[in-house]
Antibody
C-alpha cells in the first residue's frame, strides 16, 4: 500500500524550532519529487516547500524562506521539514505529499499523508 | 502572484443534482491545474489534473474543464459521499510555486 506517515508535530513557543518527518512506503521514494503542504485551523491549503528526487533542487513559499528547510534521505525513504524561528501564523496541520507529474512537470500532488499538527503558542 | 478565487464559497444541493464549482485565476495560467476533495479530518484527495483529466480511481461523474483564467469542476449527479470541501490548485511555470483557491464547501440541502 502506498503510504505517507508524518510525525514530529507538537506545541512549540514562538521563536522555537521543530523538525517534521514523513515516512514513505509502498512506492519508490527516490523517484518522486516530494512536498510539504499546510492547513491552518479552519483555513485552506498552502503549499510550503518541495524537493527534487535527489535533493538538488528545493523551492519554498515566500513566507517560510530562510526559516524552513526541506530535506530527504532516500536511504530510509524519509522526508523532513526543519522549522526554525516559528511564528503563531505557522500553526497548522502539515501534510507530506507526493508530486504528480504531467506535461513534463510536477503539477499536482497525488498521495498525501494524514498530517501532523504544529501549534506555535506561548 | 497568481490568486485563485473559487465560487461559490458554499453550494447547497441535493443528492442527484448537478454541481458546478468555479475557480478563476487573477491572470491567464497554464493547464498545470488540479482539483482536490477534502472531507473533515482527512487529507485532500486528487480528483482532476491537467484541468480535465481524472486521477486514478475517480468516478466518471467528476469532470473538469477550462483554460486561461476560468476553470470548472462538475459533478454530474451528486452522491452522498460527494458532500465535502473542494479546492482548485495551480502551479506556476517557473519557479515552481503552487497556489490553492480558498475552497468551496459543497453541503447537503
Amino acid at each position: 500500500e502506498v503510504q505517507l506517515v508524518e510525525s514530529g508535530g507538537g506545541l512549540v513557543q514562538p521563536g522555537g524550532s521543530l523538525r517534521l518527518s514523513c515516512a514513505a512506503s509502498g512506492f519508490t521514494f527516490s523517484s518522486y519529487w516530494m512536498s510539504w503542504v499546510r492547513q491552518a485551523p479552519g483555513k485552506g491549503l498552502e503549499w510550503v516547500a518541495n524537493i527534487k528526487q535527489d535533493g538538488s533542487e528545493k523551492y519554498y513559499v515566500d513566507s517560510v524562506k530562510g526559516r524552513f528547510t526541506i530535506s530527504r534521505d532516500n536511504a530510509v525513504n524519509s522526508l523532513y521539514l526543519q522549522m526554525n524561528t516559528l511564528r503563531a501564523e505557522d500553526t497548522a496541520v502539515y501534510y507530506c505529499a507526493r508530486g504528480f507529474m504531467f506535461r513534463g512537470a510536477i503539477g499536482a500532488f497525488d498521495i498525501w499523508g494524514q498530517g501532523t499538527m504544529v501549534t506555535v503558542s506561548s | 502572484e497568481i490568486v485563485l478565487t473559487q465560487s461559490p464559497a458554499t453550494l447547497s444541493l441535493s443528492p442527484g443534482e448537478r454541481a458546478t464549482l468555479s475557480c478563476r485565476a487573477s491572470q491567464s495560467v497554464s493547464n498545470y491545474f488540479a482539483w482536490y476533495q477534502q472531507k473533515p479530518g482527512q487529507a485532500p484527495r486528487l480528483l482532476i489534473y491537467d484541468a480535465s483529466n481524472r486521477a486514478t480511481g475517480i468516478p466518471a461523474r467528476f469532470s473538469g474543464s477550462g483554460s486561461g483564467t476560468d476553470f470548472t469542476l462538475t459533478i454530474s449527479s451528486l452522491e452522498p459521499e460527494d458532500f465535502a470541501l473542494y479546492y482548485c490548485q495551480h502551479r506556476s511555470n517557473w519557479p515552481p510555486v503552487y497556489t490553492f483557491g480558498q475552497g468551496t464547501k459543497l453541503e447537503i440541502k
